[in-house]
């Protein structure tokens, strides 16, 4: 078989892998990913190694140790050349942003609500200064989105969530909340 063949099945296997795991990433994702495999791979191999691995990963926000690289490398390392290529870290990153999107979605969620409101809690029972949602982010929210639900039914929201009974609720409240209700099912 000619290397311009062989070239060309090995692109197309590649393309393959790359379109399987392209669901569920927006293009702006994709092209961080692909930004960072590109820049990581030092060498220009079109592989990395668990020390490219790990740099690159922190640099989309992943947080792993040493250890867990290697581990992971060693894992999709399917030629032995303690590399991995673009498609083995394309099916990484989308493992790794499946098992951390529930919490920071919710924790986004949550400060994009806080941001909306006052900067301060007024009425709050709490001692320390901890960032929590009020009747008045609630208002600033549906504000927001145009939305049209009255300070009764709001403070019913509000007194539902609440589970120490502090008038506001923080992040493990909203989190609590948002999992029993089946939002989510990955704990905060």
């Not at 090995?10 to 960072?36: C, N």
């Not at 992971?72 to 942003?97: H, N, R, T």
């Not at 989105?145 to 992040?171: I, K, P, T």
Request: net charge negative; with cysteine; proline share 2%.
């Amino acid at each position: 078989m000619s290397s311009t063949v062989a070239a060309a099945i090995a692109q197309a296997r590649r393309d393959k892998l790359v379109s399987r795991h392209k669901a569920g990433l927006s293009s702006d994702e994709l092209a961080d990913i692909r930004q960072a495999f590109e820049l990581f791979d030092s060498d220009g191999s079109g592989g990395i190694d668990a020390q490219e691995m790990r740099v690159a990963m922190w640099a989309l926000g992943y947080t792993v140790t040493k250890e867990q690289v290697e581990k992971m490398v060693a894992g999709m390392d399917k030629d032995g050349g303690g590399s991995i290529e673009y498609g083995e870290f394309l099916s990484l990153m989308v493992k790794q942003a499946s098992t951390r999107s529930s919490e920071e979605d919710l924790q986004g969620v949550f400060a994009t609500m806080l941001s909306l409101g006052p900067a301060s809690t007024p009425g709050s029972s709490r001692t320390a200064p901890c960032p929590a949602l009020t009747l008045a982010h609630l208002k600033a929210v549906c504000q927001e989105m145009r939305e049209e639900v009255s300070e009764q039914d709001l403070q019913a929201m509000l007194e539902l969530a609440d589970l120490d009974g502090s008038g506001d609720v923080d992040v493990d409240e909203f989190c609590t909340l948002l999992m029993k209700t089946g939002v989510y099912s990955s704990n905060c």
